[in-house]
């Protein structure tokens, strides 16, 4: 699969791979590969680039370098969450970082930035890998499927220590490799060159164990590369066999044709056997239950040829039968959905996985196999015999491993791999002993390799050995997060826990906490232990300045407000304003006390949203009915008086009625879905799929039609979708979470908003949206400790007052919830619920962006960023002008009338070519008492200055 460059739609051109230099080093059984790519920006602005590639199993990102200044600077190892966040703030301020992140399986995303107008960037990339045996050959293969013609490609490998000449072959056609000294060469240059396909090398390999060593700071490591017999052992096939056929839409890219040759062969060996079918997707279908009778698996496979590939993958979601004798599970592993355990199988149950993809989680897929005494098949139509081969009989079995003078062994894999064992460790003395044992044809055999300090040099040893471990910690990921975190960062890897970034200027390193490469070191300890103090009085202000919000709100919420006619509105004054239109100097400071937020001055006629006067104000669209769309939702009827948050007694709520505009788009397709039956809609929504498969809005619009028609369960599978787009998009993952809960699947959410919190650590929205979840699901307590992390913890300065708003949520949550909630570690001073008669929240997904709330009361005053708050005591949050929201309007007491709710698209500073911006708003009466109610909008804006009508409230007199 060539690498992808992430445009989102309405790019001017995208970003072109101007040049390609490709250079390899291959000794013995290992080889390092770089990568240089020149990427050019055609466009008028500059723009930040995201190049998507999946590497082939068994290679292991080791290195990265951007250019800054000229040459180029390596990159270094980071957490994963921190390298996203510093990437991103770096970003904001024009300066130059560049990113490499581990996505899932072996894919990988590259974030750089900036790419200039009219100009390049240069990133180099390294990768190492322990090549297969094809026979008595290594093979080394290099992808070369890299789009568009480009203007320079260059190609040199050179092999070293062959016992004979290579053999070259592929889309580059029949090139010979010249022998200059110990190393035969190949040198390939071309102009104006569309790269496709793949060059397949073949290197005569020894037939004797070898041992390579490298030293570094941590030790001696070393691997041992050990051939054995390449005889195998006809396994005896079970009576009853578990088939899991992952039908998610990542499957439609797998090579079914090479799937069902090597099924047909294996139904053919079993004979008469049942196979029990199950399809996993986003959840698991129904068990089918299929009679193979003299090898005819005809029914099953029509079955599987009429599978229809969507939602998103929940490899762990199903169960194990006691009668069934081994399990295939045909799948890439990419395993999105859900927060299930793998299954643990009986003692004597297999797993085989069957693997045609070429972007796949081989890793995972191999663990799994290799826990239960199975294993990995590697799949694909040029590969067939070998792959028949693998899952109907048995190599040479590991059994034992043990050494003496050497530590932290690691295997390869227990089976031998077409002929070869690999066994890497490090080496506590100069001389040490391997002590293997084999199972060979059904019988024992011990063999010992020495090892010596002395062996030849490699480079690649420990790169080796963080790749096995890796693999084995894979099975049970979540469990070992820390250790994968820790490899990454000794060995310098992107893994699922750590990226590596480049930064420009040495005081990001200091800044960031960001150990630099090498050259830099010294200069980076003299500024660290300037900036150490100053980080320590940040933490501690953090929860003053928290408290002094809080305190203000409260006095806000205390003070009673007329709710006669607002007085003859003043025109605002010339330095009201600032920049672009945005009213500025009426936003309330910290600063202020709570008698100056009691009483602005109304704005009439400003350059930003203007504040009609009553009698001029345009009346709105009248509102549609609530539809399925809406979720609706009661606030909990066993209210308990005894809550630990405090709370005024409140007088009765008044009636409030709350209609929404419904929200529909106008895309070619939905007419059609619209149009169709309720039986005949997906087919529908599936005809037009292949059309809009990298849209989320597609499958937003579809989801929403399928509810509206009564097909829930296809609707949130439709939803599962966005888990599939864009691995590891955090922003899609929101509005995932967020569909999910409109839908009234908080069970659903609550794992892809943790996986959101995984991913951006660094943002509150994370454990606010998850801490919400938590609350829809009824799991209080993890909900206000989510809530308080938003709290307790410093954020960027683009996030002002959020923690405001998270402890209005926190507060209702502990009144309402009707059971006790542990508060103790919380500060007591943030303990007070605030019921309101009116809330409305707007949040929204696109980083970098301004989206605006606008409420206009029935004075026809208008509460907005620039006026926030109103004659009747009205209340507007912090202005969000860098993404996300949440922007928030509350009202103690409404006066009776029409509150209309609008949203606006105030702009965005998004260095990628963006599309639209989904919003979802949140209209809330009786917040924080037992009647509260709440429905949900999701609607999206595409440019700047979209005003939409969401929806109003009427307060009864």
């Not at 599987?304 to 590939?309: A, E, H, M, R, S």
Request: glycine share 6%.
């Amino acid at each position: 699969m060539p690498p992808r460059l992430i445009i989102a739609n309405g790019a001017e051109e995208p970003i072109a791979l101007q040049s390609l230099h490709v250079s390899g080093e291959i000794s013995g059984g290992m080889a390092q590969t770089t990568v240089q790519m020149v990427f050019f920006n055609p466009n008028r602005r500059l723009l930040e680039g995201q190049l998507q590639f999946p590497l082939l199993d068994g290679q292991q990102i080791v290195g990265f370098s951007l250019d800054i200044e000229g040459r180029q600077r390596p990159a270094v190892p980071v957490e994963k969450a921190k390298g996203r966040q510093i990437f991103e703030a770096i970003e904001r301020r024009r300066v130059d970082p560049g990113l490499l992140e581990a996505t899932q399986g072996n894919n990988f995303k590259l974030r750089i930035y900036p790419i200039p107008a009219g100009g390049t960037r240069t990133v180099e990339i390294r990768y190492v890998e322990s090549l297969a045996r094809q026979g008595k050959n290594w093979q080394y293969r290099l992808p070369l499927a890299y789009g568009d013609r480009m203007r320079d490609f260059d190609l040199t490998l050179n092999v070293h220590g062959a016992m004979a000449a290579p053999q070259a072959s592929g889309s580059l056609g029949a090139i010979g490799l010249v022998r200059t000294g110990e190393q035969y060469q190949m040198h390939v240059n071309k102009s104006g060159f569309a790269a496709s396909g793949m060059l397949n090398l073949l290197i005569p390999a020894s037939e004797k164990p070898q041992t390579y060593t490298q030293v570094r700071e941590d030790g001696t490591w070393f691997v041992t590369e050990i051939p054995v017999a390449e005889t195998r052992t006809a396994r005896s096939l079970p009576k009853v066999i578990g088939l899991l056929w992952d039908s998610s839409g990542s499957g439609a890219a797998r090579d079914h044709d090479a799937e069902f040759t090597i099924l047909d062969r294996y139904f053919k060996a079993a004979g008469n056997a049942e196979v029990r079918l199950t399809r996993l997707r986003d959840r698991p279908e129904p068990e089918q239950s299929f009679h193979i009778v003299n090898g005819n698996w005809s029914a099953l496979r029509q079955i599987l040829q009429n599978t229809v590939y969507d939602g998103a993958s929940a490899l762990s979601d199903w169960k194990p039968e006691a009668d069934v004798g081994e399990y295939l599970l045909v799948s890439d592993g990419l395993s999105n959905y859900g927060n299930a355990a793998f299954p643990k199988l009986a003692a004597g149950q297999r797993l085989y996985a069957l693997n045609s993809a070429l972007a796949a989680d081989a890793s995972l897929l191999s663990a799994w196999a290799e826990n239960t005494g199975g294993r990995l098949i590697q799949v694909s139509a040029q590969t067939t015999a070998a792959a028949t081969q693998a899952l109907l009989s048995d190599a040479t079995h590991v059994e034992a491993l043990t050494a003496a003078g050497a530590s932290d062994l690691q295997i390869e894999s227990h089976d031998a791999k077409n002929g070869i064992l690999r066994i890497a460790g490090r080496l506590r003395n100069p001389e040490a002993q391997l002590t293997l044992t084999t199972r060979q044809n059904g019988r024992l055999l011990t063999t010992t390799i020495p090892l010596s300090a002395t062996a030849p040099a490699h480079p690649l040893a420990a790169y080796l050995w963080a790749g096995y471990r890796l693999r084995e910690l894979e099975g049970n990921r979540d469990v070992h997060r820390a250790e994968i975190r820790r490899i990454g960062q000794q060995f310098g890897l992107a893994t699922r826990e750590t990226s590596l970034i480049v930064l420009e200027r040495l005081d990001d390193y200091v800044r960031y906490d960001v150990a630099p490469p090498q050259e830099y070191q010294a200069a980076f300890n003299q500024l660290k232990k300037l900036r150490d103090g100053d980080l320590r009085q940040t933490r501690s202000r953090h929860m003053e300045n928290v408290l002094q919000q809080f305190q203000r709100k409260i006095a806000w919420w205390e003070k009673d407000f007329s709710k006669d006619d607002m007085p003859k509105p003043k025109k605002a004054t010339p330095d009201a304003l600032s920049g672009a239109g945005r009213v500025r100097s009426i936003i309330p400071s910290a600063a202020m006390t709570a008698p100056e937020l009691a009483s602005p001055a109304p704005v009439s006629a400003v350059a930003a949203p203007v504040i009609a006067p009553p009698a001029a104000a345009e009346p709105p669209p009248a509102p549609a009915p609530v539809t399925s769309r809406q979720r609706f939702s009661e606030g909990a009827a066993n209210y308990s008086a005894k809550s630990v948050a405090s709370s005024d007694a409140a007088p009765a709520m008044p009636e409030i009625s709350v209609a929404l505009q419904k929200w529909s788009a106008n895309a070619p397709y939905i007419d059609r879905l619209k149009a169709a039956s309720a039986d005949t809609v997906y087919a529908i929504y599936l005809d037009e799929k292949p059309s809009y498969a990298n849209s989320s809005a597609f499958f937003l619009d579809a989801a929403d039609v399928l509810l509206e028609k009564g097909q829930r369960d296809l609707a949130l599978r439709v939803l599962s979708n966005l888990a599939e787009m864009d691995l590891e998009n955090r922003a899609v993952l929101r509005i995932l979470g967020y569909r999910l809960l409109q839908a009234g699947a908080p069970q659903l959410a609550i794992p892809v908003f943790e996986k959101v919190r995984q991913l951006a650590e660094e943002e509150p929205q994370s454990f606010r949206d998850l801490g919400l979840a938590y609350a829809a699901n009824q799991q209080y307590q993890q909900a206000i400790d989510q809530l308080y992390e938003v709290v307790q913890r410093p954020w960027d300065a683009r996030f002002p007052e959020i923690e405001t708003i998270a402890l209005a949520e926190l507060n209702q949550i502990v009144a309402t919830a009707g059971v006790a909630l542990d508060t103790s570690r919380m500060d007591p001073r943030f303990l007070k619920n605030m019921p309101l008669d009116l809330r409305v929240v707007m949040t929204w997904d696109a980083d970098n962006s301004d989206m605006d709330l606008w409420v206009t009361d029935p004075n026809g005053e208008k509460c907005f960023y620039g006026y926030p708050l109103t004659h009747q005591g009205g209340r507007m949050s912090r202005d969000f002008t860098q993404g996300y929201g949440p922007e928030e309007f509350s009202l103690r007491k409404a006066k009776p009338g029409k509150y209309k709710i609008e949203a606006n698209y105030f702009g965005n500073s998004q260095q990628l070519i963006a599309g639209d911006t989904t919003l979802q708003v949140k209209l809330t009466t009786a917040f924080g008492t037992p009647q509260q109610k709440e429905q949900m909008v999701t609607l999206r804006l595409k440019d700047r200055q979209d005003t939409v009508f969401v929806g109003e409230f009427d307060v009864a007199p």
